[in-house]
């Protein structure tokens, strides 16, 4: 079956920096567009996404210039990197697969998501 097994988060400090991995098995992860995702408090946010090579990613004007989505299709992993973290950053942490076409890339709408990895960052 399809899994998606996020990994990497934990309690950082104010101005932190911390690495998310998604592990993916189950479907052709090359066919495939990744995002990722946030929920705190309040309502899911769209962080990244990336298409299915790699070659093009997106981030919404609220998540310019501290967050960096990669991947590696020879491992079946997506991964977020997150700088100066902040208290508001504080959040489970997921990602997503939508199938794709080449180049695109989806902030909404995804059919696969994994279980999160809660990310908390103290003042």
């Known amino acids: 079956q399809v899994q998606l097994v996020e990994s990497g988060g934990r309690l950082v400090q104010t101005g932190g920096s911390l690495t998310l991995s998604c592990a993916v098995s189950?479907?052709?992860?090359?066919?495939?567009?990744m995002g990722w995702f946030r929920q705190g408090k309040g309502k899911r946010e769209f962080i990244a996404g990336i298409d299915r090579s790699g070659s093009n990613t997106f981030y919404p004007d609220s998540m310019k210039g501290r967050f960096t989505i990669s991947r590696d299709n020879a491992k079946n992993t997506v991964t977020l990197q997150i700088q100066s973290l902040k208290p508001e950053d504080t959040a489970v942490y997921s990602c997503?697969?939508?199938?794709?076409?080449?180049?695109?890339?989806?902030?909404?709408?995804?059919?696969?998501w994994g279980q999160g990895t809660q990310v908390t960052v103290s003042s």
């Open positions: 189950g479907l052709p992860f090359d066919n495939y567009a």
């Open positions: 997503a697969a939508k199938l794709a076409p080449p180049t695109v890339i989806y902030s909404q709408g995804y059919e696969y």
